[in-house]
């Protein structure tokens, strides 16, 4: 037995040595050479841009390299692939652009911050081709900037103006008897709205029309100057789905060639000068913004503006990529502060909101910031509710013009069952020591006096909120009040009530932070560096496939969306400051 037990012993030390030697050599590999120049650049060379890999604005960086090693997300976000188109106007050895994969997740002010950057880059003189089997209408706006446009003979071409469809759960309630107990301030705040009603209210189907109507201004207006087709026209287009087929398209003008791969590829190769019997150079987005991502820090200056990232929905805790926490944004902001090269900040906000009391505490830190040194905002596809609580008190806000902001106003909402365990025979009873000692339970009816305490806490948040706007807008509380009650705004509308200073990206924000700090010459710090715990490492193995891509590869793309606003729901905890309706432009 005992040799038995001592050759199972020395099996499982050589296993052990054998795993840790093999995620040694990995990590080694990852600190001594992940950060190498490996990407040769060669003359006469197309970058090949392909969208779906883009979805953040930043791709993060964590403490701990262990969970570099293994995550499965790429190691560029779109600021940094913003920054690549920047390098290559000037870059000789770049000739143009080929967006072959047109699928993407970015939404409309990524997009419109992509597309601008591509437009600098045309205008260098240099070319962008975009070859797709069909276009969505999001994906479209983004290409319709390219000098040619390639669609598939038996493509299709999404054009047809924009819409959005809200779910309502009054009657489902009613019918079930699980309910949600809502608890709100604004009028406007339609983040709950389909757990009171049946349909939108005026208000709701107001300001929907209004954001609606913005967004699509602003993207026909930037078709229409790539294009050359006025806006009354477009709209004619839209309304009347005359793009429809490849044919129809190009009749409208709206591509250019209707094609097969192959030709598109030709097409390139007669503007390079290559024969067509021979492959072209290119160099994907993601090696080419590597490389410029280790080439191109300024050594002339050792001043530094700090870009701190906060996207995703506003939760607790550390917060990742995809959330915003207290730990990773208020770390972020402590060290850019304390840095004395780090000049000025800059907060770049994609979020729709969140947890009101994190919001309070980004805000705080960030007051505490701007004591110091310049704090400027670059509002992306959002910054709602809680996203723009983060934002109120900067020295600058800038918005593109189809950002989705304001929604100032807050709600809790508390599920409850009590109806639905009494048709089922469950019954509740509470015994307590004194009359308030019990917690909200939601197998018993809410009694008015929990209701109007919890109001309390609703209306003592949202005359913060609106107090803090009010200072950092300066504005009266009466004002702020009037353009808040939960409504959201366009950029362009914010810009003229007063939610936003002016138009304009990241690179505009930048610029702005490097004014206000009196510096000429300076080079980027991305943040937040997040730390993650070992258990996260196992996550992310890339022979593994992660838990959301499972369950996405089960149940489907759109069931997916569904379950986690379902879940969203669900880990709402405490009073919230989120913007009312989600929209997904195709």
Not at 222 to 251: C, F, H, W, Y
């Amino acid at each position: 037995m005992r040799f038995l037990g001592n050759v199972l012993a020395t099996v499982i030390g050589i296993f052990v040595f054998m795993m840790l030697s093999f995620f040694g050599i990995i990590l080694i590999g990852v600190i001594f050479g992940g950060d190498s120049e490996t990407v040769e650049v060669e003359n006469n060379s197309v970058i090949e841009l392909n969208l779906s890999d883009l979805s953040d604005d930043y791709a993060g960086k964590y403490s701990d390299p262990w969970v570099t090693a293994f995550s499965e997300r790429k190691k560029i976000g779109l600021t940094d692939v913003i920054n690549a188109i920047e390098i290559a106007e000037t870059d000789d050895a770049i000739k143009g652009i080929s967006i072959l994969n047109t699928n993407s997740s970015l939404g409309m002010a990524q997009s419109k911050e992509l597309r601008d950057a591509l437009n600098r880059f045309k205008k260098s003189g240099k070319f962008i081709y975009s070859y797709a089997n069909s276009y969505s209408q999001k994906e479209y706006y983004l290409n319709s900037v390219a000098t040619s446009i390639y669609i598939n003979p038996i493509g299709e071409l999404d054009f047809k103006g924009l819409s959005t469809e809200v779910m309502f759960f009054k009657d489902f309630q009613e019918k079930s008897g699980l309910k949600m107990e809502v608890i709100r301030h604004g009028k406007y705040k339609s983040a709950v709205e389909p757990f009171l009603e049946n349909k939108m209210s005026d208000a709701n189907k107001e300001q929907t029309m209004a954001l609606l109507n913005g967004i699509w201004t602003n993207i026909v207006e930037d078709i229409s100057k790539s294009r050359n087709i006025s806006v009354e026209k477009l709209n004619t287009i839209a309304n009347g789905l005359l793009a429809r087929t490849p044919e129809m398209a190009k009749a409208q003008n709206l591509i250019d060639y209707i094609a097969y791969e192959d030709v598109y590829h030709n097409a390139i190769r007669k503007v390079l000068k290559v024969d067509k019997d021979e492959d072209y150079n290119t160099v994907s987005i993601a090696d080419y913004t590597q490389k410029t991502t280790t080439t191109s820090v300024n050594m002339d200056s050792n001043d530094a503006i700090a870009i701190v990232y906060a996207q995703g929905e506003i939760g607790s805790g550390e917060g990742d990529v995809n959330e915003i926490g207290e730990g990773s944004m208020r770390r972020s902001l402590q060290e850019a502060r304390k840095d004395d090269d780090i000049k000025a900040i800059v907060l770049r906000i994609n979020s729709p909101g969140g947890n009101a009391l994190t919001s309070d505490l980004i805000w705080r830190e960030i007051e505490l910031t701007k004591r110091v040194k310049p704090v400027v905002v670059s509002m992306g596809n959002y910054a709602a509710s809680g996203g723009y609580y983060i934002a109120c008190n900067a020295n600058t806000i800038f918005a593109e013009k189809n950002t989705i902001t304001g929604s100032i106003g807050v709600f809790g909402t508390l599920p409850n069952f009590s109806v639905a365990a009494n048709r089922y025979g469950i019954n509740t009873e509470q015994v307590r020591t004194h009359e308030n000692a019990s917690n909200y339970s939601p197998f018993v009816p809410m009694d008015e006096k929990f209701k109007a305490i919890t109001l309390e806490g609703v209306e003592n948040i949202y005359a913060t909120f609106i107090g803090h706007v009010a200072e950092g807008r300066k504005m009266t509380t009466a004002q702020v009040d009037s353009i808040g009650q939960g409504r959201v705004w366009t950029g362009s509308e914010a810009v003229k009530i007063g939610l936003v200073d002016k138009i304009g990206g990241l690179r505009e924000a930048i610029a702005e932070a490097a004014k206000l700090a009196k510096i000429k010459s300076y080079s980027t710090v991305n943040y937040p560096e997040y730390e993650k715990n070992f258990e996260d490492i196992f996550a992310n193995f890339p022979f593994a496939k992660s838990k959301t891509a499972f369950i996405k590869e089960e149940i489907g793309e759109e069931n997916y969306r569904l379950l986690q606003e379902v879940k969203r729901f669900q880990n709402r905890k405490g009073i919230q400051a989120v913007m009312p309706f989600e929209i997904t432009i195709q």
